[in-house]
């Protein structure tokens, strides 16, 4: 927010930005972490693989700089992720006093691994490669995962670390954030199995992460990667997957067509004018949760205990009741109760 299009957008001073995130840090720090007994502190940075002018990452290790005595005492990592790291941006995060480790994305930034081998990486810090997706349900390439693995183990080296008792590499395995991917699918017996073997969610992500740290620990589960090579192999070859239409349809597509033709500049401008948002507009992610009263209503329906205009009388009811608690809280983007 600090250093993206806010200050571009509402002609924010960039230097109060900084100090009022500083401050924010350093009071989170100094008030939370300790109490809850944490011992590690993630930042998540995605501005970083923005392209970046110098004053802009100047102003980020400014930033920095001043955590440093609120950071010292803790396991530091910064997470990046979306995108590559261009070089500069690289050369400054590895650059940053105070911080015990760096996340990569390995996953959507496919010229990530090459930044590493071209440019290197501090012998003093950790490197939490992301080669997980979290943001889709297909299984991963395992072997292809492993292969950039042992690549960046050969550039950072191997060594030690503690993390809840267990000791893993130098590089060690993560993944994205599982934004996107329901925990477990309980439906998968609606399946053939084809499309099963394709298919992994969160609890299958996590054991991807699992056989990857151990193959890298060179405790590899042949029979797990020999699995995972023959649903990655059927995916490719299967008729469900390789449609000849579409392939034409998407050969089609020029350059231009991945362009909006208005610049971000003027879009800004115009959603402005037109919505009139705050500098930061809120809103609570994603619906509010079931309660206890509306799962009531609900299976008093299902059982034909209520009739339905007593079931849609209710959900009205929650609905205006949710909508009339983010008004009084002046949330900007409404959303209701999932009834």
């Known amino acids: 927010f600090c250093i993206g299009g806010a200050t571009r957008q509402f002609e924010i001073d960039s230097k109060v930005l900084e100090q009022q995130f500083v401050w924010s840090i350093r009071f989170i720090l100094a008030n939370m972490p300790q109490a809850a007994g944490a011992t590690w502190v993630q930042i998540d940075e995605p501005t970083l693989v923005m392209d970046l002018d110098s004053h802009k990452l100047k102003a980020f290790t400014e930033a920095y700089e001043q955590l440093e005595d609120a950071l010292s005492g803790f396991s530091v990592i910064i997470e990046t992720y979306f995108a590559d790291l261009l070089a500069e941006a690289y050369k400054m995060i590895i650059s940053l006093k105070g911080v015990f480790a760096i996340g990569l994305d390995l996953v959507r930034g496919d010229k990530t691994l090459e930044l590493v081998k071209s440019l290197g990486f501090p012998s003093e810090k950790y490197l939490f490669a992301g080669v997980v997706d979290g943001r889709n349900i297909w299984a991963n390439d395992l072997k292809a995962s492993l292969t950039a ?32 991917t329901c925990f477990y699918f309980m439906l998968t017996y609606m399946l053939d199995e084809e499309i099963k073997s394709w298919l992994t969610f969160v609890v299958q992500k996590i054991l991807e992460v699992n056989a990857l740290a151990k193959a890298l620990a060179g405790k590899k589960d042949e029979a797990f990667f020999s699995t995972n090579a023959a649903s990655q192999a059927s995916r490719k070859s299967s008729p469900r997957v390789n449609d000849e239409a579409v392939q034409k349809a998407a050969s089609t597509i020029r350059e231009s067509e991945h362009r909006r ?16 948002l705050s500098i930061l507009p809120t809103m609570t992610i994603g619906s509010f949760p079931q309660a206890p009263d509306l799962r009531r209503v609900r299976r008093e329906y299902k059982a034909n205990k209520i009739s339905e205009g007593e079931y849609i009388k209710a959900m009205k009811k929650e609905i205006n009741k949710v909508v009339k608690l983010q008004k009084d809280l002046d949330i900007d983007v409404l959303v209701h109760r999932e009834p």
Do not use: C
């Open 149 to 180: 693995l042992k690549t960046l183990e050969g550039i950072v080296g191997k060594g030690t670390m503690y993390n809840s008792g267990s000791t893993i590499k130098k590089v060690g395995v993560t993944h994205w954030i599982f934004i996107e």
């Open 261 to 276: 033709d208005t610049p971000v500049t003027a879009r800004l401008d115009a959603q402005q004018k037109n919505l009139n």
